[in-house]
Nanobody
């Protein structure tokens, strides 16, 4: 499975940005697609995930009211809409795939996309 993330960039505080991830290859066993982020000097954080087939979702509690994960129009694509962005949202965002929502089961990763929120 290959994951291709896109959509990062520079945005002002309070703005919005949407990340996209497309999966290709043998995706049948990896129905959960998620987003993680890692800020400089910090540990990786599990942001959100979605079961592409069922639509069920997971959110990190502090982000669920600002971030929205959704299935894309194309099969095996997901988007992460990020609203009311804050400087502390600055990080490299990674797309990943898993057979479950468990963080430890995300073993297929895409390249990161940098999100920078300026104050």
């Amino acid at each position: 499975v290959q994951l291709q993330a896109s959509g990062g960039g520079l945005v002002q505080e309070g703005g919005s940005l949407t990340l996209s991830c497309a999966a290709s290859g043998r995706t049948a066993s990896l129905s959960i697609m998620g987003w993680f982020r890692q800020a400089p000097g910090k540990e990786r954080e599990y942001v959100a995930a979605i079961d592409w087939s069922r639509g069920s979702t997971y959110y990190e509690d502090s982000l669920r009211y600002r971030f929205i994960i959704s299935r894309g129009d194309a099969k095996n694509t997901v988007s992460l809409q990020m609203n009311s962005l804050k400087p502390e949202d600055t990080a490299i965002y990674y797309c990943a795939a898993s057979p479950t929502f468990r963080e430890a089961d995300f073993r297929t990763w895409g390249q990161g996309t940098l999100v920078t929120v300026s104050s």
